[in-house]
């Protein structure tokens, strides 16, 4: 691993759902009465019985990139980046500073350009060019930010009971969606394709039902009954063709179309007991899906239709006796048929750890499926999976987010920050601002929204960032639209 300085941590506090990324068990609540100390004392002091022994203590998030080219992780003291494009070894290719308790970290694909939300300042929102250790633009908004998307198009936030739409290019609002349903952890999906830019989010509070929204065109495209009960994960494939959603009972996992919305495929992933489920992701060609969950098992599953001509092309005993429970199905309870229907697993990982969150990505590395787990406990798995057979995943690499020397290191910053208040050596412009003790003082414009913006008392404060473009180093920072090959 290469990174020179800091160190590597994790929080002990993680949500119970978080599809997009692992993150802390309570987002920065809306309430204006907890002062950032007491966030962040609420943060270090509450122990949550879930994570067991295992987890990294300065760990707060993590989260992939829109092809899986680059890990992100948010920490106590501000964010890392990796580079997943071998497995022999795992470089980390920068690490900012630029504020502490780093509770969302996004990247735009292998681009300069990475998103960062601090839990000191949770209503604001820093885009930067890390490459240059400057900060491009900064947007604060009336209620604590839960989750950020973002592809080469649109850039979403998402809050509580709205939902705000910029154009990445120069981070204009184009469109604020409110009252939306309450959405307590930020749950939505934004395709990676920016050809569609298809936003998903929740529905409704109360069952699993999706609305999907066109972020380019900026109208509502279809509402899919997806759960009987409330959605916990939500994600799109690649080009944004199919949209894969899990319910709190974690349970079943189904695949729609987009738009037509029309279920394609239905998995289960377990019947005994209900989990949370912390990622859904698709592999690049949309064959497969992966899902993991507070338990110990990763699941992979197959998207193949199975057709009639295939089943008498292999007359096999198991084939007749699924023959025989189709034909009975028939004449049995819905709920019971539906489940006789339901496809298992194709391949799995049984993980060493139990009740600690990780996320989940399929990615090709070196030419091979490979399957990635980044876990709480300050681990990244990397598995082979067999694309024909399947079964049980071969580990092949098990990398260290964060080194012994580099902890033992932090344990003496922080002895010595005990023992006195040090004067700062001088910071950059990205480092000034992101400071929570200087917020930055500004008018407020009104939000464009469907009733312009005045229900609420909706606003938008005045970003502060140069006249024209967002601009990085050239058009060679947004990564070409075809596909990589590793």
């Given at each position: 691993?290469?990174?020179?300085?800091?160190?590597?941590?994790?929080?002990?506090?993680?949500?119970?759902?978080?599809?997009?990324?692992?993150?802390?068990?309570?987002?920065?609540?809306?309430?204006?009465?907890?002062?950032?100390?007491?966030?962040?004392?609420?943060?270090?002091?509450?122990?949550?019985?879930?994570?067991?022994?295992?987890?990294?203590?300065?760990?707060?998030?993590?989260?992939?990139?829109?092809?899986?080219?680059?890990?992100s992780v948010g920490t106590k003291m501000g964010y890392r980046l990796f580079s997943v494009t071998a497995v022999d070894k795992l470089d980390c290719i920068h690490e900012g500073v630029e504020g502490p308790d780093v509770y969302i970290v996004e990247r735009l694909f292998s681009s300069s350009l990475v998103v960062v939300v601090s839990l000191s300042m949770?209503?604001?929102?820093?885009?930067?060019?890390?490459?240059?250790?400057?900060?491009?633009?900064?947007?604060?908004?009336?209620?604590?930010?839960?989750?950020?998307?973002?592809?080469?198009?649109?850039?979403?936030?998402?809050?509580?009971?709205?939902?705000?739409?910029?154009?990445?290019?120069?981070?204009?609002?184009?469109?604020?969606?409110?009252?939306?349903?309450?959405?307590?952890?930020?749950?939505?999906?934004?395709?990676?394709?920016?050809?569609?830019?298809?936003?998903?989010?929740?529905?409704?509070?109360?069952i699993g039902e999706i609305t999907v929204y066109d972020a380019n065109n900026l109208s509502t495209v279809t509402l899919i009954q997806a759960h009987d009960s409330p959605l916990a994960a939500l994600t799109f494939n690649a080009s944004g063709s199919k949209l894969a959603s899990a319910s709190e009972k974690g349970t079943v996992i189904r695949v729609f179309?987009?738009?037509?919305?029309?279920?394609?495929?239905?998995?289960?992933?377990?019947?005994?007991?209900?989990?949370?489920?912390?990622?859904?992701?698709?592999?690049?060609?949309?064959?497969?899906?992966?899902?993991?969950?507070?338990?110990?098992?990763?699941?992979?599953?197959?998207?193949?239709?199975?057709?009639?001509?295939?089943?008498?092309?292999?007359?096999?005993?198991?084939?007749?006796?699924?023959?025989?429970?189709?034909?009975?199905?028939?004449?049995?309870?819905?709920?019971?048929?539906?489940?006789?229907?339901?496809?298992?697993?194709?391949?799995?990982?049984?993980?060493?750890?139990?009740?600690?969150?990780?996320?989940?990505?399929?990615?090709?590395?070196?030419?091979?499926?490979?399957?990635?787990?980044?876990?709480?406990?300050?681990?990244?798995?990397?598995?082979?999976?067999?694309?024909?057979?399947?079964?049980?995943?071969?580990?092949?690499?098990?990398?260290?987010?964060?080194?012994?020397?580099?902890?033992?290191?932090?344990?003496?910053?922080?002895?010595?920050?005990?023992?006195?208040?040090?004067?700062?050596?001088?910071?950059?412009?990205?480092?000034?601002?992101?400071?929570?003790?200087?917020?930055?003082?500004?008018?407020?414009?009104?939000?464009?929204?469907?009733?312009?913006?005045?229900?609420?008392?909706?606003?938008?404060?005045?970003?502060?960032?140069?006249?024209?473009?967002?601009?990085?180093?050239?058009?060679?920072?947004?990564?070409?639209?075809?596909?990589?090959?590793?």
């Amino acid at each position: 691993m290469k990174c020179e300085r800091g160190a590597w941590s994790l929080d002990d506090q993680e949500e119970q759902r978080a599809p997009a990324g692992i993150g802390p068990s309570q987002r920065p609540s809306a309430s204006d009465s907890e002062t950032t100390e007491d966030r962040v004392a609420r943060m270090e002091t509450q122990e949550t019985p879930s994570e067991g022994p295992g987890a990294h203590r300065h760990f707060i998030c993590a989260s992939f990139n829109q092809d899986t080219t680059s890990l992100s992780v948010g920490t106590k003291m501000g964010y890392r980046l990796f580079s997943v494009t071998a497995v022999d070894k795992l470089d980390c290719i920068h690490e900012g500073v630029e504020g502490p308790d780093v509770y969302i970290v996004e990247r735009l694909f292998s681009s300069s350009l990475v998103v960062v939300v601090s839990l000191s300042m949770p209503r604001r929102m820093n885009v930067y060019h890390f490459k240059k250790g400057t900060e491009i633009c900064n947007y604060s908004y009336s209620n604590n930010i839960l989750s950020v998307k973002l592809n080469r198009q649109r850039l979403v936030v998402c809050l509580e009971e709205s939902i705000y739409i910029h154009n990445i290019r120069d981070m204009k609002l184009l469109k604020t969606l409110l009252n939306t349903p309450v959405n307590p952890t930020g749950l939505c999906a934004l395709s990676v394709n920016h050809g569609n830019s298809y936003l998903a989010y929740p529905g409704s509070a109360t069952i699993g039902e999706i609305t999907v929204y066109d972020a380019n065109n900026l109208s509502t495209v279809t509402l899919i009954q997806a759960h009987d009960s409330p959605l916990a994960a939500l994600t799109f494939n690649a080009s944004g063709s199919k949209l894969a959603s899990a319910s709190e009972k974690g349970t079943v996992i189904r695949v729609f179309s987009v738009p037509e919305g029309q279920k394609l495929f239905e998995f289960r992933r377990g019947m005994k007991r209900y989990v949370s489920i912390s990622s859904l992701s698709f592999s690049a060609d949309a064959q497969f899906l992966c899902a993991s969950s507070n338990t110990e098992t990763v699941h992979i599953f197959k998207l193949e239709q199975h057709s009639p001509s295939q089943e008498e092309e292999s007359p096999t005993w198991s084939a007749y006796v699924g023959k025989m429970f189709t034909a009975a199905s028939t004449y049995l309870p819905t709920h019971v048929s539906d489940m006789m229907h339901q496809d298992r697993a194709f391949a799995t990982v049984r993980l060493d750890m139990f009740g600690l969150k990780n996320i989940c990505a399929l990615a090709t590395i070196q030419k091979l499926p490979r399957l990635l787990v980044a876990s709480s406990e300050g681990n990244l798995y990397i598995y082979n999976v067999d694309p024909q057979d399947g079964g049980e995943c071969i580990l092949v690499q098990k990398h260290r987010l964060f080194e012994s020397s580099e902890e033992q290191e932090e344990e003496k910053e922080e002895e010595d920050q005990e023992d006195g208040p040090q004067q700062p050596a001088s910071q950059s412009y990205a480092a000034t601002v992101a400071l929570a003790s200087t917020p930055p003082s500004s008018t407020t414009l009104m939000g464009y929204s469907e009733d312009g913006g005045a229900q609420k008392g909706e606003v938008i404060p005045e970003h502060e960032f140069a006249e024209g473009p967002v601009c990085l180093d050239d058009e060679n920072e947004f990564p070409p639209v075809g596909n990589q090959s590793n």
